[in-house]
């Protein structure tokens, strides 16, 4: 059964650090999102992109962040100087069609980001 | 009022048991509505769509009352295996061209036991 995949399972990183996040969403989905959950609380709409170009985006997703997608398979996030507040599992998700038609939309198994 | 709200629980349930989790959501342009589960420190996964005629797959079954913005999930005949958060979540996007985005409720707690 296709999958979406990120790397790495677990990243840590100085408060100041750039990351790069990374999803292989499914291969012949075209819609692809990110989420974040912090531990306890719900999980977080942060962007969606669709034909190259970002869809919509949260108040969350400020100018520290950026979304990628440099080929045909890899979709990324990056977080230019990251906050302690950034610690987070994110999700990375993708689907075949807009969700508003019931499209499943189908998540990754999520980056844990420590910020020190 | 929040965008989806939810009873966080925790539901604890013996095996066998029926249970019954509720959902709102404020806005009522809301196009299409789910339940997803997520296990600890897992992803979310699609449990099942949820439809204005109402729906059901095996065990669950899942509501929707578009005039009273309010979604509900039936889980009879509880498992083990059924322990789990299980999120209500809309969709509040337009039908083509962008990619729109779920808004998540906090999740209920179920917990199943011997």
């Known amino acids: 059964e296709p999958e979406v995949t990120q790397t790495p399972s677990h990243q840590v990183t100085q408060m100041g650090q750039e990351v790069i996040l990374r999803c292989v969403p499914i291969?012949?989905?075209?819609?692809f999102y990110w989420y974040r959950q912090i531990l306890g609380q719900k999980v977080e709409f942060l962007v969606s992109?669709?034909?190259?170009?970002?869809?919509?985006k949260s108040e969350i997703f400020d100018d520290q962040f950026s979304v990628e997608r440099p080929d045909g398979s890899n979709f990324t996030l990056k977080i230019r100087s990251t906050k302690l507040e950034d610690s987070a599992m994110y999700f990375c998700a993708s689907s075949d069609g807009p969700g508003a038609s019931y499209n499943e939309q189908f998540f990754g198994p999520g980056t844990r980001l420590t910020v020190l | 009022r929040k965008e989806v709200e939810q009873d966080p629980g925790p539901f604890n349930v013996p095996e066998g048991a029926t249970v019954a989790f509720n959902c709102t959501y404020s806005n009522s342009a809301s196009q299409s509505f789910f339940w997803y589960r997520q296990d600890c420190r897992k992803e979310p996964k699609l449990l099942m769509s949820?439809?204005?005629s109402g729906n059901e797959d095996g065990r669950f079954t899942a509501q929707l009352n578009r005039a009273s913005q309010y979604i509900s999930l039936l889980i009879r005949d509880s498992k083990l295996s059924d322990s789990a958060t299980y999120l209500c979540?809309?969709?509040?996007?337009?039908?083509?061209?962008?990619?729109?985005?779920?808004?998540f409720g906090t999740g209920t707690r179920l917990q199943v036991t011997l």
């Open positions: 291969s012949n989905h075209l819609y």
């Open positions: 979540v809309v969709n509040m996007g337009r039908t083509t061209g962008t990619a729109s985005k779920l808004t």
């Open positions: 949820v439809y204005s």
């Open positions: 992109f669709y034909n190259n170009e970002i869809s919509e």
